[in-house]
């Protein structure tokens, strides 16, 4: 120990607390794990349980492997932070996500530990090791082949932070020497320990050459010749799909499903007959693989290009690294598949390098900004494909991204650099899809590519739209602005500080101007929103003309208009210059094209602005074709937004009128046996139709309980009924059970009855917005089925829980749109009866998603309850029955629910 204690160096301190909870004022300490260390290894360890006097928490319990009889008797937690202050005195403190261990130590040793330097290894995880599938602690030790025999326990997380430290500064070092050094001016002095700490191991001297920021050129794809022409031939169509056909030998999982024969022989017959097509499918069918079978030998015979648009980046997932290597396996092609994102998935090398020039946006350092930053430089000199969705954005990390993203109001085009060096993340993706067969793309880019009249995606005239119940949301985004102080002051500070003189002051007057007009929109939907006690929406009509809040918005607006006016002749005639001074701009000798871009966008914020003001003379109505209005987002900022009321006369004239194949398909379409609804909303008017029932069933595979004696949801009783039904539910079928609102206020207060009393039963409850993320919660529920885990709107559809894992799914209430929002509002005015034709036709589709959850494999079972009166009392309420699977009905009182669900799910098991 005496030579230990001898070695000269810095030491360090890594330590871990595991605890009951995530509230540092409200939860206690219950383990305490420290290992002191130096550059040479171990010098010391410490450990102790503590005892929190309060009982542990089943998800504790479950997580960390303690129980109450294991804490009874140890030092309190008092005791035990002061044993770890003397342990770290003298020391650096490294933790991974140290700042929630300090959080704890603080509440008992502010004088220790409250603003204690730290190091954290989760933030430098997530700076040098951007693209890292996760950073938890537990994954980096598998990454890193870290031993790591006991995760959430203390001195084993301690030790395993203590490894994972050293291979950081490993990876850090073998960075480039010009992203090390960047990486050093960034850090140093910015009062970022952990950027101070990893400054401090990097030595751009030792470094290894190379290291710009932006990628190798790539080469040229070259596309393939077709292989054969002609029609398809459904016969072999349907041998492909058969019980010994193609799918069936290359892959051993394949089960025969007539439905999905019937859909890829319809697909077959659209595709060579060149017609449109309407398929519900239901859960099941296997729809993907039953539209991309002739999708691809479409392509290889013909070559002519498909284009297949989803909703979901997981739906798009799953058909580039499930489905079409299936399909591949089975019959491989010489043609290329790719997935096209929207330009602003991708990064701007030259927005990048004007972000990281500039100082943090306000008088102080931003540590959030700092480490995005950082984090950035690193992950460019890495990364491929410049695409976002590698550095899974948290937190305020998509604000940041706004400054670095593909922007087409901020996009130099060929007279970029970075495009002509074939560097630019986007135009390459585009390329790539150019020389691609079949293109994969999200319904948000396929519709900015038909309002653009076919200058996104390469030209095609094959479709195929999967989750096209969203196509209509999808449509009206991509025709829809917004505008906020934030994104015009952002083209104003994109411009770098120029000297004295006419356009300096005309972008000072257009900010000032801005600034009090944002305000006074800000004043008008704050006062909306005391009123109504609510998030505030105020559309701007004829009725905001008596509103002396909107007059004082209408003159400052007007000034804001004649106030941009003059700055973006400014610009203009400043990108004619010969006096700009290049070496403040990015690109020198394209800072003239920089003043031209700022006054595109400058001007149509303008145009904006001068609709919003025009629209305050309108009539309430969709005769303008379009909605505006103003409401608050986070941080209390208006926006001014604008939406068109319709969407079915665009999207035909734009994009079904130019393709020669249309298939549009969802699990959910149709109501009642009919498309009209669809076809009505997306102008889909001629085309073929195609309803399949899902193979599974229904009858003896589902319960649909429809209980009487629910109360209303204006009744004060109704949250603790739901509380109690989902109780006994999960109590009898010991967790496995999901329920789905419709809002968070209701989450909340259901939620808090509930966990407790189930946790005493060994349930745990898991909410969204609460207790993790969407993934996180959707991983703890598969990892242990007693769980009750609660969502809103995300998990009504998209998530795939088969097996016994999920055997309940409890719906709050019946998913109606919000009847106070403004586009629903505009699309309901004119109308004889909005509720049947608009709120109840997408309630039920809705609702069709969200029974969709139960039953996903032949061998599942579970129950629906639905714990909405109006189902039963409602004349509507039909509507919604018949648009549901034909599943066994219950109509048993609501304290009986539980014993019913019992009986129908583990009789069966019994039986088994």
Request: a negative charge; proline letters at 5%; glycine letters at 8%.
């Amino acid at each position: 120990m005496d030579e230990l204690a001898s070695r000269p160096g810095p030491r360090y301190v890594a330590f871990d607390l595991e605890t009951t909870g995530l509230s540092a004022r409200s939860d206690r300490i219950i383990e305490i794990g420290a290992v002191k260390f130096d550059r040479e290894g171990v010098v010391d360890t410490f450990s102790t349980l503590t005892d929190p006097g309060i009982p542990l928490p089943l998800v504790v319990q479950r997580l960390c492997g303690l129980r109450d009889s294991d804490l009874a008797g140890q030092p309190s937690p008092h005791e035990g932070v002061a044993q770890l202050a003397m342990f770290c005195e003298g020391c650096l403190v490294v933790g991974h996500g140290i700042s929630f261990d300090l959080a704890f130590c603080a509440e008992i040793l502010p004088d220790v530990f409250a603003h204690r330097a730290a190091v954290d290894t989760s933030e430098l995880a997530r700076v040098f090791l951007p693209a890292a599938s996760s950073h938890s602690l537990e994954e980096l030790s598998r990454f890193f082949h870290l031993l790591h025999d006991n995760p959430h326990r203390a001195l084993s997380d301690a030790e395993a932070t203590r490894r994972l430290l050293w291979k950081l500064v490993e990876a850090g070092q073998e960075l480039p020497a010009q992203v090390q050094q960047r990486v050093r001016d960034l850090c140093l002095g910015q009062g970022w320990m952990s950027g101070e700490f990893m400054a401090a191991q990097l030595d751009p001297a030792a470094a290894p050459p190379g290291g710009s920021l932006a990628p190798a050129v790539a080469q040229d794809p070259i596309r393939p010749e077709p292989a054969e022409a002609g029609l398809l031939d459904t016969r072999w169509v349907v041998d492909a799909l058969g019980a010994d056909g193609l799918l069936a030998r290359a892959d051993p999982r394949f089960e025969l499903r007539e439905e999905q024969q019937q859909m890829a022989v319809a697909v077959t017959q659209a595709f060579n007959r060149g017609q449109e097509l309407l398929v519900e499918a239901g859960t099941g069918v296997g729809k993907s693989l039953a539209y991309l079978l002739p999708a691809r030998e479409w392509a290889a015979r013909r070559g002519e290009r498909v284009v297949i648009s989803t909703h979901t980046i997981t739906l798009q997932e799953q058909l580039m690294a499930k489905d079409l290597p299936i399909l591949e396996t089975a019959r491989p092609l010489p043609i290329r598949a790719v997935v096209l994102k929207g330009r602003g998935n991708y990064l701007s090398l030259r927005r990048m390098e004007r972000w990281l020039r500039a100082g943090p946006a306000g008088r102080h350092p931003d540590l959030e900004e700092l480490k995005f930053k950082v984090r950035l430089v690193v992950w460019a000199q890495q990364t491929t494909t410049g695409d976002r969705a590698e550095l899974r954005l948290a937190g305020r990390d998509s604000e940041f991204w706004e400054m670095v993203g593909s922007n087409v109001d901020d996009c130099l085009g060929p007279a970029c650099h970075n495009w002509r060096d074939r560097r630019c993340f986007m135009a390459r993706a585009r390329l790539d899809a150019r020389e691609a067969d079949l293109v994969v793309v999200n319904h948000a880019l396929l519709l900015a590519d038909a309002d653009s009249g076919g200058t996104v995606l390469p030209e095609f005239h094959r479709l195929v739209v999967d989750e096209a119940h969203h196509l209509e949301e999808a449509a009206t985004q991509a025709q829809s602005q917004r505008l906020t102080l934030r994104s015009l002051v952002a083209v104003i500070d994109r411009l770098p500080e120029l000297p004295s003189g006419e356009l300096p002051a005309r972008l000072r007057s257009a900010r000032q101007a801005a600034t009090a007009g944002f305000g006074d929109l800000r004043a008008l939907a704050a006062a909306d929103s005391a009123r109504g006690g609510g998030t505030a929406h105020v559309v701007i009509d004829r009725r905001q003309a008596g509103n002396p809040a909107w007059q004082r918005c209408v003159k400052s607006l007007h000034k804001t208009v004649r106030e941009l006016e003059p700055a973006v002749a400014a610009l203009r005639s400043a990108a004619q210059s010969e006096t700009l001074q290049g070496a403040l701009w990015p690109q020198p000798d394209n800072a003239g094209r920089e003043c031209a871009l700022a006054a595109d966008a400058l001007q149509g914020m303008a145009r904006l602005l001068n609709q919003a003001l025009a629209e305050a003379a309108a009539e309430p109505g969709p005769a303008s074709g379009q909605v505006v209005w103003v409401e608050l987002e986070r941080g209390d900022r208006a926006v001014l937004r604008t939406a068109p009321v319709e969407v079915a006369q665009a999207l035909r004239e734009q994009l079904l009128d130019h393709c020669e194949t249309a298939v549009l398909t969802s699990a959910t379409l149709a109501i009642a046996g009919s498309f009209q609804y669809v076809r009505d909303r997306l102008g889909f008017d001629g085309a073929e139709e195609l309803i399949l029932a899902s193979p599974f069933d229904y009858l003896h595979q589902s319960l649909c309980c429809l209980p009487r004696g629910m109360p209303g949801h204006g009744d004060p009783r109704h949250a603790g009924v739901v509380a109690q039904l989902v109780a006994d539910v999960a109590e009898t079928l010991g967790g496995r059970t999901l329920v789905l609102f419709t809002g968070y206020a209701a989450l909340r207060e259901v939620h808090s009855q509930l966990r407790s009393r189930l946790n005493s039963r060994g349930i745990v409850v898991l909410g969204q917005g609460m207790d993790g993320t969407r993934n996180q919660l959707l991983r703890n529920f598969r990892h242990n089925a007693r769980t009750v885990l609660m969502g809103t709107s995300s998990f009504w559809e998209g998530i795939d829980l088969p097996g016994d894992v999920l055997q309940c799914v409890v719906i709050d209430k019946l998913p109606f749109p919000v009847p106070t929002d403004p586009i629903y509002q505009a699309r309901s005015r004119g109308r004889s009866d909005a509720f049947a034709q608009l709120a109840l036709p997408e309630a039920v589709l809705r609702l069709k998603q969200g029974f969709g959850r139960l039953v996903r494999g032949h061998g599942d079972r579970g129950a629906v309850v639905i714990c909405d009166p109006r189902i039963l009392d409602r004349s509507y309420g039909e509507s919604f029955v018949q648009a549901l699977p034909r599943a066994t009905f219950n109509y048993d009182p609501v304290d009986e629910v539980a014993e019913v669900v019992g009986r129908f799910i583990l009789g069966r098991v019994e039986e088994m």
